[in-house]
């Protein structure tokens, strides 16, 4: 049954790293090429202003469904359709905030028509996932798979189709329409896979069951659209505060779209971490310190590699995805910085929501949104797009800092001063060699040499620490 877990697991994995990429970097790039920075950075922005309200289409309706299936399967005929409904009500609070908030914003026109298809377009994708929630309780992990990237691909195939024979043409309108058929498609594909294992689900209101689940939800609901806010307010307040916010909103997006894929990277990361956290708070505690020695060592020390290698070869990565990028490179190297920030809170956040501490995670998120606007209000009429990156590696490091002390204290960690000097060692090691390659064809491959060999080497300890630790636990 382990073996049957971790291989479709990392088939999972894989076929999302081998597609999502593809089409971030071929069709989502390919289509700003085109467009323009003034024209996508109105979807861009658009994007991630649906994106703010998006927990009331969820609230944690997935997980429950997934909890809830893979315990009692039988139940699943019934919880789909009561489920369903409440996700419908749902969707309709969802499309009336967001649009008397576009209105109240400002967006009129066709602003607020492609803001409404990409509503619509939010709730597709997360019915897609609720039927993925399903698939994933029945232990159906190949179906999951299929079905987590049946979408990207459709959209990789329509998209690039568009790109060579609409070339000069195309409108933001079109893509985002090419978006919502690949989600449709999907769905309607997902639907009838799951109706070879539920033959006519019930659809009925089941008031008990919906406020059940919208109060156990209240404080994760809380907690992710607070961290929604301070990571996808930037480029909102890019368009609505800059002279030239639609062009700039542009140039973020293409700075963005690089640590949107590394941040990929550290989301599978975390999701391996929370169950394993979870486990051994509820055991012993001290069991989490070789755990989170590893977890720093491999995600914190690559995240270190990955901002030197992006820093230094900033124009070669840009200029290998966009046409016209120069404006770009500033505010790509701040927001590649602050991936070392968002790694941390991978670590320590999902350390703090396993052990259930989500009241101090709210107040931290909070007073992150606090400083991104005031940051952002500041910075952005005067700097633009490297005004809102600046402000997101500001408040990336605030909330990671606030989120370490915390953890720290609370779990009493013992703090080890050649543990901690081992990353200011790395950093400058990386540092010196850069700066002095730094006009030299190979410099990339002394970055890799160097960075892989420290991971290697002072991960090796704590690896082991991890592996004696479980050992001592299987024996027991």
């Known amino acids: 049954m382990q073996g049957r877990f971790f291989s479709n697991l990392i088939l999972l994995i894989l076929v999302n790293l081998l597609v999502k990429p593809v089409s971030l970097f071929v069709v989502d790039a390919g289509f700003q090429n085109q467009l323009g920075h003034a024209e996508y950075g109105i979807y861009f922005s658009l994007l991630n202003f649906s994106l703010l309200f998006n927990i009331l289409l969820d609230f944690g309706i997935n997980n429950y469904t997934t909890r809830s299936v893979a315990q009692q399967p039988h139940k699943a005929k019934r919880l789909f359709g009561s489920v369903f409904i409440l996700r419908i009500v749902l969707f309709i609070f969802y499309i009336v905030v967001l649009l008397i908030s576009g209105l109240i914003i400002g967006y009129e026109g066709r602003a607020l028509s492609i803001l409404c298809l990409l509503g619509v377009n939010q709730f597709i994708i997360l019915c897609i996932a609720f039927l993925r929630s399903h698939f994933a309780g029945f232990h159906y992990f190949k179906l999951d798979a299929i079905l987590s990237i049946l979408d990207r691909c459709l959209l990789i195939l329509a998209g690039v189709y568009f790109l060579f024979y609409f070339e000069g043409t195309l409108t933001i309108e079109i893509f985002v329409w090419i978006q919502f058929f690949t989600y449709i498609v999907s769905f309607a594909v997902g639907y009838l896979l799951f109706l070879k294992y539920i033959d006519n689900p019930i659809f009925s209101v089941n008031l008990r069951l919906s406020w059940a689940i919208l109060k156990r939800s209240l404080p994760f609901a809380t907690l992710i659209v607070l961290m929604l806010v ?10 609505r505060l800059h002279d030239n916010g639609a062009e700039q909103a542009g140039i973020y ?16 990361f975390a999701g391996l971490l929370f169950p394993m956290f979870s486990r051994f708070l509820a055991e012993k505690r001290s069991a989490i310190f070789p755990l989170l020695q590893a977890a720093g060592d491999l995600l914190i020390g690559s995240a270190i590699l ?9 124009d070669l990565f840009l200029s290998l995805i966009y046409d016209d990028y120069l404006q770009a490179i500033d505010p790509f190297k701040w927001l590649i910085l602050s991936f070392i920030a968002i790694c941390m809170n991978f670590i320590f956040g999902t350390l703090l929501t396993a052990s259930g501490n989500l009241k101090i995670l709210n107040w931290i998120s909070f007073l992150g949104i606090v ?11 005067k700097y633009g797009a490297l005004g809102a990156a600046i402000t997101t590696f500001f408040t990336q490091f605030f909330t ?29 090691v990386l540092f010196l060699g850069s700066y002095y390659f730094a006009q030299n064809s190979y410099l990339i491959f002394f970055q890799l040499i160097i960075g892989i060999s420290s991971l290697f080497l002072f991960s090796f300890i704590s690896i082991n620490s991890l592996n004696e630790m479980l050992k001592e636990k299987l024996l027991k």
């Open 230 to 239: 301070y990571s996808r307010l930037d480029s909102v307040l890019l368009e």
């Open 400 to 428: 990671a800092i606030l989120q370490c002390i915390y953890a720290i204290k609370m779990f009493e960690i013992p703090i080890s001063i050649k543990r901690v000097l081992k990353y200011p060692i790395l950093i400058l």
């Open 306 to 314: 990955i901002v030197f290698i992006c820093i230094y070869n900033s």
């Open 371 to 381: 400083l991104n606007i005031s940051l952002n209000i500041f910075l952005i009429p």
């Open 253 to 268: 997006a293409q700075g963005y779209r690089l640590l949107d894929a590394f941040y990929m990277f550290g989301m599978i």
